[in-house]
């Protein structure tokens, strides 16, 4: 009895010992990992980079023996692992804003490593041809302003369009995300109104309309919404055969959304930190409602306990990745960088320094 | 505590072997007091570590939600607004959400728990039709929440908004009301399975002798069973409104996710839960964060209060 009562006490204390003990370990792995091995380089942010950072990674690891772990937990969140410096790089589909930047304690620059396009998708059943929409009616029908499918100022734009008299439902994402910013910057470049009651922001007030999870949800409610227009992603658009408007653009062309229409947006003047918009750009060519994604590295690469052979092999992997890497976007549909975006990236990644000297030569 | 010298140690016959043995007695006695303590001591440990959890998590909720306090104030709590752009945060279509949709999921859930747990516990304790409807129950608190969001939003939300577009409202078929309607699905279990139990342990004399002075089933289950259970079927409801309140996935998927205030229980709305998880990972403002966590604190009391007033309600019923 008291031999088993001893055992049952000395086990009941070994577990909450492991137990105490495997948490303590867990929290400092966590901690070190980032600058014990310098063959592994650890990423963070926008889940919309995922399946082509995980396409380029791993064919990066092939040649280079390079392994890098990337947590696709969002642009914010991103953000802020590069805040805490617990990450060689943060990725993200807005670029840092004012307050953002002021928590850094270093200067971070911005390399435009991918483009994608927001699209609108609509389930109207009986409408065989492709919908055309202009800037003014997109921000009236999200203001909640036109309410019917057969709105005369829808029924001009598309003319010989037999449009059904059905109410409109509005699908719009719930969680923060690059894609409503995206979407939101656009409409308030092109609408006042937007801009003043709304304004743009990766989560924003709706004044109409329904909220999904992720391009998951929005497609979900158009899909099932008889009359639903929303906003997803270009690359989950195809992938999901939905249908999507034509935009007009700020040149006057309606854009068929595609990989080419894109980088067309891209190819325009970029300013020197890459921080730019691709909504509403001019190019006569390109689809209005696209935007950069970005990859955020400290300007200065030598902090913490870092090596100067891991901030080469950080700098290497971006330099690879907006030039070779560029192969792989087309087929999991993301727009290539423009040659405008690879030689503005290629400036910045000269600028990035270790300890004041100069990366790539 | 008892230590060693604590213990009498008597020795009536001190005979060199009577001596040893009762020292030996002694040891043992000593072992065995010794592993009480030290179990008594662990218990100890265990509670207080669920005590400081709590409390920590409280704390933490309350610290870095200062920020939010400080900058809103009180109006955060009947603010009309949730506008991220401009950092105007007011949380009530967010609690009204809440509690419109936990308690609306309860009314509909009660007549089922209430009837399973009758069911099981009264009248069919065994058997295999019981024991399917009890495994069945069961297995519905082990589906993963994301699971009956899909359902929900594949299966339930077209029903609803054919049933919507006969009664007149608006056909959007998500909201407060589908989300009441997964969440009464889901928090079924909770009620029926302590229900089931407490029925159980009705003492079967009592019973008999209702039985005994003529009473039909029916009446022995509405003056015996149910008044000796209330107590425990009430706790049961509770637990299951504590799920409904935190419930995060499902009704995501389902409510619509509106920051406007609900018109009618059709409406698209939102809860607390689901804000925090929709909007956690991409606040990227230190306010925005911290009215955020602030929506927390405010659903962490919600729940504090409702579990006190619940056990009011319960002490009350066992005095009578």
Redesign the interface.
């Given at each position: 009895?008291?031999i088993k009562?001893?055992i049952g006490?000395g086990v009941?204390?070994a577990i909450?010992s492991t137990s105490l003990v495997s948490c303590g370990g867990g929290g400092n792995t966590g901690g070190s990992d980032s600058t014990s091995t310098d063959d592994a380089l650890i990423g963070a942010g926008s889940s919309f980079d995922n399946p082509l950072f995980s396409k380029q990674f791993s064919e990066y690891s092939k040649t280079n023996g390079l392994k890098v772990n990337y947590q696709s937990?969002?642009?914010?969140?991103g953000?802020s692992q590069l805040t805490a410096k617990t990450v060689d790089f943060g990725a993200s589909d807005?670029p840092m804003?004012g307050?953002?930047d002021s928590?850094l304690s270093a200067p971070a620059v911005h390399i435009p490593i991918t483009a994608g396009a927001v699209v609108l998708s609509y389930n109207l059943p009986d409408v065989k041809d492709t919908l055309m929409l202009t800037p003014g009616v997109l921000a009236d029908i999200f203001l909640g302003k036109i309410t019917k499918w057969d709105d005369k100022a829808i029924a001009a734009i598309n003319k010989g369009v037999k449009l059904p008299s059905t109410?409109i439902?509005i699908a719009h994402r719930?969680?923060?995300?690059g894609t409503s910013n995206i979407f939101t910057t656009y409409l308030a470049k092109v609408s006042d109104e937007w801009n003043t009651k709304?304004?743009?922001?990766?989560?924003?007030?709706?004044p109409a309309?329904?909220?999904?999870?992720g391009n998951e949800?929005v497609a979900?409610?158009i899909k099932?919404?008889p009359g639903a227009i929303g906003y997803i992603e270009l690359a989950y658009a195809i992938q999901n055969n939905m249908p999507y408007a034509k935009m007009q653009n700020k040149a006057g062309n309606f854009i068929t959304p595609s990989i080419a229409s894109v980088t067309a947006a891209a190819n325009i003047q970029i300013p020197a930190d890459t921080k730019v918009s691709l909504t509403n750009t001019d190019a006569a060519d390109g689809y209005p409602i696209s935007g950069f994604s970005w990859v955020i590295i400290y300007k200065d690469q030598k902090y913490g306990d870092r090596s100067q052979d891991r901030a080469t092999k950080l700098v290497k992997l971006i330099s690879w990745m907006i030039h070779d890497g560029q192969q792989y976007s087309s087929a999991l549909n993301y727009a290539p960088l423009s040659p405008a975006a690879v030689s503005a990236g290629d400036a910045v990644l000269k600028s990035v320094t270790y300890d004041g000297k100069p990366i790539l030569q | 505590m008892i230590t060693r010298s604590d213990l009498p140690l008597r020795v009536i016959n001190s005979s060199p072997e009577a001596v040893a043995k009762a020292k030996k007695r002694a040891r043992l006695s000593f072992r065995q007091i010794r592993t009480e303590n030290i179990f008594n001591k662990t218990l100890i440990l265990m509670g207080l570590i669920m005590v400081v959890l709590v409390v920590g998590i409280f704390l933490t909720l309350v610290v870095q939600s200062l920020p939010s306090i400080k900058a809103l104030g009180p109006k955060y709590l009947w603010g009309k607004v949730w506008d991220p752009v401009q950092d105007i945060y007011g949380a009530w279509p967010f609690l009204l959400g809440t509690l419109l949709s936990s308690f609306l999921a309860l009314i509909i859930s009660i007549p089922f728990s209430i009837s399973v747990a009758i069911f099981l516990g009264e009248y069919h304790p065994a058997g295999w039709l019981p024991n399917l409807l009890k495994n069945a129950v069961e297995l519905i608190a082990a589906v993963p929440s994301v699971i009956f969001g899909f359902w929900g939003l594949a299966v339930l939300v077209p029903i609803v908004r054919t049933f919507e577009s006969h009664i007149g409202v608006a056909p959007v078929g998500v909201g407060i009301f589908s989300s009441s309607l997964i969440l009464a699905i889901m928090i079924i279990p909770y009620a029926a399975s302590l229900g089931r139990s407490m029925i159980n342990l009705v003492p079967s004399h009592l019973k008999e002798a209702a039985y005994g002075l003529g009473a039909t089933r029916w009446e022995v289950i509405r003056s015996v069973v149910l008044p000796y259970t209330k107590s425990g079927l009430f706790a049961g409801i509770l637990l299951s409104l504590g799920r409904a309140l935190g419930e995060t996935m499902a009704v995501t998927m389902v409510i619509g996710n509106t920051s406007l205030i609900p018109k009618n229980i059709f409406a698209p709305g939102n809860t607390m839960a689901s804000v925090i998880a929709n909007e956690f990972t991409e606040a990227d403002k230190p306010v925005y964060l911290s009215a955020l966590i602030e929506l927390g604190l405010v659903l962490f009391l919600v729940t504090v209060v409702i579990n006190m007033i619940g056990k009011k309600i319960i002490d009350r019923f066992t005095n009578d």
């Open positions: 009895m008291t009562r001893a006490a009941f204390f909450l937990i969002g642009s914010g969140a953000i807005a804003n307050k953002q928590a109410t439902v719930s969680d923060g995300s709304v304004g743009h922001g990766s989560s924003v007030n709706w309309g329904l909220g999904g999870k949800g979900g409610l099932q919404t | -």
